[in-house]
């Protein structure tokens, strides 16, 4: 389907489109719940001083005000701005609410996010992400790392989507090493080893000697590390093989070992230890989470986050947390732009219920109420045209039955796939189970 | 909960609030989907010249733009703005997919819009709506505005809020009675007539006669035709008692007895027909409708909207259409400040898995997995505290049972409300219905 939306990198869905969009909502909706996540929803916009604490991100944030604004008292810090992520806005809820919150604190919170980027494929300037955090009060188990890598992996799985693999770090283990080998400026270090899949070894090597000052060795022994990619736990041996001594290196190691060890075997084949991934932003300060679809790498990472120490602080009371988000309009559009799943119709409705005569419009409105009470959903037509356009009306939508009322009040329902029709009690008839609602199928 | 939101008119929920919401959100989508209406979602922002061409709302408006917007191309019609309602992007989107869409196409829209205004209560500058509308191509059947009464009347009688009456009224009726007593200026005697409520009909009186040029006996009349509100359809006796005559009249006090007829009875009690419903805005064409909360009437109406001989118009095709709006965060907000209704805990969670000692974290993990797999939220204690220290942090949360695995392998679980605990195995145990999920339930 070739139709391009009016404004670009504002994505609009037609109706079967949201179906498979909706899909995915609902899917991740519920695995987030039955692992116990609740529901938080935060206000659109923040203040600019807000948003803008965590650092660089001020060329792509929308600013709002009013169209005619001649009273205006808002500006600078205090004017306000559509939130770029659901992270900062989530701290800020987590300070001001703190008082009514039992923590540890597990909300998911599925929301529309603006950025005024230059727009691609998998690049929207409006777009919705799937977060879930936990945050502790003071203190937060590192049990938590492991645990939100099952609950991604397992909401992930749940979704039309090809093999996805989750590549998972910990900063700790880079720091440590970063400064074992006499590199202290770690975000430094970090920028470029991120910029490894884009430019290679041998410009990352460049990068390391000319901007941060490394020797030769400094960025092969970084280069090493970056290298190591491991399904189990082996990436330990071959760290310690690499002969760097660092007490911070130790505990990032023993850390993403046991993340590792448990994730690959609870979700085997979807977890790997990735020495290489960086993460952009500077608040992560444990554990780091990058994800692709196997095949897909090139759309960029599907779902990361990390572990921060302070999420938020409110006096002297810190929030440690850990948290993942999916991109979900990434992923809605891949599936769509790849036809990876459709839906089976293009409406909700199970049942068009014909009209013999105008005068029976009100005897339909019963058999349609009839059975929506048992949960199946139907469309009354709106006016008595010939039976052929009635059928028609509902072959277009893929509506799969029409239901008929002889002038004797008995019913007949069709399936219009296969012409079958037989008699039906509005009070009882039921349709096959796949056949209630639309279902989003994969394709192919 | 004496909370107050950080910034003035962006209401923000605590998770048990959220919850609320969301039973409000589920329940309505479930009733527009038994009804066949297609979900739909459009773009926050729409362009301003896209915005005010219906009129007068400019100064409610927000506009969007780039924060540092040094290459400013965008100004004046082409720049951006926040929607302030979910019809006028709708009919954009229809005109833009009209070739991919069939029609009469129903779709319901559930996002949030935004608006300037001075925030009190029931009047916020962000909140949600939940729109249903039907559109045609060319003609649309007068049996929708019937339709639609009653998808609205089912939709709000499933809310946990109390007696709602929907008021009818018909465009036509007016605009034909005005005209038969002389008054051409239709938009004029309706913004009039739409403060009868609040500053009465001698003001109202006035008004007509000092802005309009109406006579005593015009104003009057005008006053009389207002003043009818029947819950059946005597309301057509009584306005031929009047004694007006003009073929718009008749063909309005036709259509408006119709929907009364028919509404009455399949929704009795819930519908009336009010004559001195007029709706601000001028693209209505025939049905009216608003609603109230019995007992809550100045909290404003809670569902307002009507039939429109052209939603949108492409070339020399116009799309009639009718549709109604939900004001949800307005409902909501009522709800929870009236406590209308509550959940019944915080969290989606109804089992927590208890730890014995740490080494009991996968093996827990497998319990929470067989319970998942039968659709029961779960959570897993992160630490292996004293047991009186988890049962607590599920008893903060309202988790309704713990579950015990002892060394040899068996399970316990108790309730923690009645105390009662007993063996249960991961594979079959099953919670009451009524705890499987966090209910939302009527208060008082």
């Given amino acids: 389907m070739a ?39 935060t206000r659109a916009v923040e203040t600019v001083g807000q948003l803008l604490r965590k650092g660089e991100i001020d060329k792509e944030v929308y600013a709002v005000s009013r169209l005619q604004d001649e009273d205006t008292g808002a500006a600078g810090d205090d004017s306000l701005a559509l939130h770029f992520d659901l992270t900062v806005p989530f701290a800020r809820y987590v300070v001001e609410n703190a008082g009514y919150l039992a923590f540890p604190f597990r909300r998911y919170q599925i929301q529309k996010v603006w950025r005024g980027e230059r727009p691609q494929e998998g690049r929207a300037r409006e777009f919705t992400q799937a977060d879930i955090d936990v945050v502790g009060d003071g203190a937060l188990p590192f049990r938590y790392d492991i645990e939100l890598a099952l609950v991604i992996a397992e909401a992930l799985s749940a979704l039309p989507i090809p093999a996805f693999q989750l590549r998972i770090n910990n900063r700790k283990l880079a720091e440590g090493f970063y400064r074992g080998i006499g590199l202290t400026d770690t975000p430094g270090v970090l920028r470029s080893i991120d910029k490894l899949e884009k430019i290679g070894p041998a410009k990352v090597a460049e990068l390391l000697k000319t901007e941060l000052g490394a020797t030769a060795e400094q960025a092969e022994a970084a280069l ?12 330990v041996d071959r760290v310690r093989a690499l002969g760097v001594e660092d007490p911070l290196l130790e505990e990032g ?28 932003l500077d608040y992560y300060t444990g554990t780091v989470y990058e994800t692709v679809l196997v095949g897909h790498e090139a759309l960029g990472s599907i779902c990361s986050g990390g572990r921060y120490d302070a999420l938020a602080s409110k006096g002297n009371r810190t929030f440690p947390g850990v948290g993942l988000s999916i991109g979900v309009t990434r992923l809605v559009t891949r599936i769509l732009s790849q036809d990876f799943a459709a839906a089976s119709r293009q409406v909700p409705t199970a049942v068009l219920v014909t009209l013999a005569n105008d005068d029976s419009w009100s005897a339909a409105q019963d058999v349609a109420a009839a059975l929506r009470g048992r949960g199946i959903p139907v469309e009354v037509a709106a006016t008595a045209e010939k039976f052929g356009k009635q059928i028609k009306f509902a072959d277009r939508r893929g509506i799969p039955f029409v239901w008929f009322t002889s002038e004797d009040g008995t019913h007949e329902v069709k399936d219009i796939r296969s012409g079958e029709q037989s008699a039906a009690d509005p009070s009882s008839w039921t349709p096959p189970v796949e056949d209630r609602w639309p279902a989003v199928l994969p394709q192919g």
Same sequence: chains 1, 2.
Avoid at 254 to 267: D, F, H, N, T
């Fill in 3 to 41: 139709r391009k939306s009016s404004l670009s990198g504002f994505p609009e869905w037609l109706p079967q489109e949201r179906l498979v969009e909706l899909h995915v909502l609902d899917t991740l909706r519920r695995t987030f719940e039955l692992h116990g996540f609740s529901s938080v929803e």
């Fill in 224 to 235: 090493s590390l970056a290298g190591i990619r491991t399904e189990g736990t082996s990436f």
């Fill in 253 to 280: 190691l023993a850390e993403l070992e046991q993340v590792i060890a448990e994730a690959s075997k609870r979700a085997p084949g979807k977890v790997i230890a990735d020495l290489s991934i960086a993460r952009g």
